[in-house]
């Protein structure tokens, strides 16, 4: 049962500046929206009042769990171990395949409950950075998942909040469309581990069509989180007629291999009809299969295909094949995967296998 405890939801935000006209604009958000006095921005959550822009959802938490790493998905970073997942309400993207457009798009009456703060017992709960870490460590996890709707809107808390779980020795991840702004990812970046970011498709078109948004802010935004040294791993979820296409997939895998490197995860997930696509079907394997080939033969060695019951959810050794890390479901298990004082290699014919798992976490 969720203990609702009231109080505001409302913080200056950070990274904004303010205009002559008495509007600000925003500098979160790749939108970089200006936003009269008494309206708010795309995401609907920062708001101009009287030329100070505030956030309205700080600590506003509509969705909690605790999860396998692997269902972010994560697969090369803390194997095998839960992590505290929790997010807010709004975004900065409108997909027209959203699974969780019931908190990323809600409908006013969520905006104007929360807004208002009342209905809390309704929608959700308002914590503190502190309250998240104390969960976190309570229920045994090893890191913080930002996770359900676009962490980017709920930047303060996140900052807040990822600062507070590495004082604890807590990882922190993000679950991101990509469309942070490189000073706000700047600023973030000393406190977070892993940039789990959707590559949407490789086609401004699409992003256009089906986002609302654009691909060359992703693409940068993924560019400066390799820079800065975040663990990334890529997820692109294939929709048949949309984003499955082998040309598209080559350009892809192309520029990953060129700006992130061999040993990036990639993840080809398959869709199942939602939201305003439910007239499209759902992925087949075997178009997966096709596409994670294109992958591989471009040079990416980590190609999973998730979101279904494949072979290719596991990892296997890029040298010789072996069964590394075996998949089912969720959880990862250790197969033919050694570890020293250097990290983990492949016991059978000891290439370094990138898997980033500190000495003090059994896996």
Not at 179 to 189: G, I, R, S, V
Not at 223 to 236: D, F, N, P, Q, Y
Request: charged content about 20%; proline content about 5%.
């Amino acid at each position: 049962m969720v203990v609702v405890k009231m109080g505001s939801a409302q913080r200056e935000a950070m990274l904004y500046e303010s205009l002559s006209s008495g509007a600000v604009r925003c500098h979160v958000c790749a939108r970089r929206c200006t936003i009269a006095p008494g309206r708010t921005g795309y995401c609907r959550v920062r708001k101009n009042s009287d030329g100070v822009l505030y956030t309205q959802n700080y600590g506003y938490v509509s969705s909690e769990a605790i999860d396998p790493v692997e269902k972010k998905p994560l697969y090369h970073i803390l194997p095998g171990t839960a992590t505290y997942s929790l997010g807010t309400f709004g975004c900065n993207f409108s997909c027209l395949h959203c699974q969780n457009h019931r908190i990323s798009m809600p409908d006013e009456s969520v905006y104007s409950a929360v807004l208002s703060e009342t209905g809390l017992s309704r929608f959700g709960e308002i914590i503190t950075p502190d309250e998240v870490v104390q969960r976190a460590l309570l229920l045994d996890t090893k890191s913080v998942s930002f996770t359900y709707n676009e962490p980017t809107v709920w930047y303060e808390f996140v900052y807040d909040t990822a600062a507070a779980a590495k004082e604890k020795d807590l990882f922190v991840i993000l679950v991101t469309n990509g469309y942070m702004t490189p000073e706000a990812l700047e600023k973030l970046a000393p406190y977070i581990d892993a940039y789990r970011v959707d590559l949407k498709s490789f086609s401004d078109d699409f992003y256009a069509q089906v986002c609302s948004a654009r691909l060359e802010p992703v693409l940068e935004s993924i560019s400066s989180a390799k820079k800065l040294g975040l663990h990334i791993e890529i997820v692109t979820l294939i929709i048949p007629g949309k984003n499955d296409g082998e040309d598209e997939a080559e350009k892809a895998a192309a520029w990953i291999l060129e700006n992130l490197g061999e040993e990036t995860p990639v993840h080809l997930n398959a869709f199942q009809p939602h939201y305003r696509m439910e007239d499209v079907g759902p992925t087949p394997g075997s178009v997966l299969e096709k596409l994670r080939a294109v992958y591989t033969k471009a040079g990416l060695n980590y190609v999973y295909i998730g979101n279904m019951i494949s072979e290719y959810q596991n990892t296997f050794c890029p040298e010789c094949g072996s069964l590394l890390i075996s998949r089912l479901y969720s959880f990862g298990e250790r197969e033919n995967l050694n570890r020293d004082e250097h990290g983990f290699y492949c016991a059978s014919c000891g290439r370094k296998i990138p898997i980033f798992c500190p000495e003090d976490i059994d896996f």
